[in-house]
Nanobody
Framework: QVQLVESGGGLVQAGGSLRLSCAAS????????MGWFRQAPGKERALVAA????????YYADAVKGRFTVSRDNAKNTVYLQMNSVKPEDTALYYC?????????????????WGQGTQVTVSS
């Protein structure tokens, strides 16, 4: 069992930057591939970025490619999402999720553990 806690969300102006963190407790994070998802009101939860267990393979949704960077520090049991050049359409509740697999997935149901989410609001 692993517990995930996101932090770092908030209000940011368009074009600005934000870094989200996801801290794990209970088990070592290196056991899991990790994903960052987001869900805006009235929309389905969708994958933003994923990173494999060792951190050498990443995946990004087209909407964030070139602007967001996912990384992990297994020694600190933490995963990050660096968000640059944010846009109003990035406004959503952001979740981190852990998957008991070497590779991430774009399918939410493939993940075993979820954090409670952190709100990101981008003003225009």
């Amino acid at each position: 069992q692993v517990q995930l806690v996101e932090s770092g969300g908030g209000l940011v102006q368009a074009g600005g930057s934000l870094r989200l963190s996801c801290a794990a407790s209970g088990r070592t994070l290196s056991t899991y591939a990790m994903g960052w998802f987001r869900q805006a009101p009235g929309k389905e939860r969708a994958l933003v970025a994923a990173i494999n267990r060792s951190g050498d393979t990443t995946y990004y949704a087209d909407a964030v490619k070139g602007r967001f960077t996912v990384s992990r520090d297994n020694a600190k049991n933490t995963v990050y999402l660096q968000m640059n050049s944010v846009k109003p359409e990035d406004t959503a509740l952001y979740y981190c999720a852990g998957r008991s697999h070497s590779r991430g997935s774009y399918v939410p149901n493939d993940y075993d553990y979820w954090g409670q989410g952190t709100q990101v609001t981008v003003s225009s």
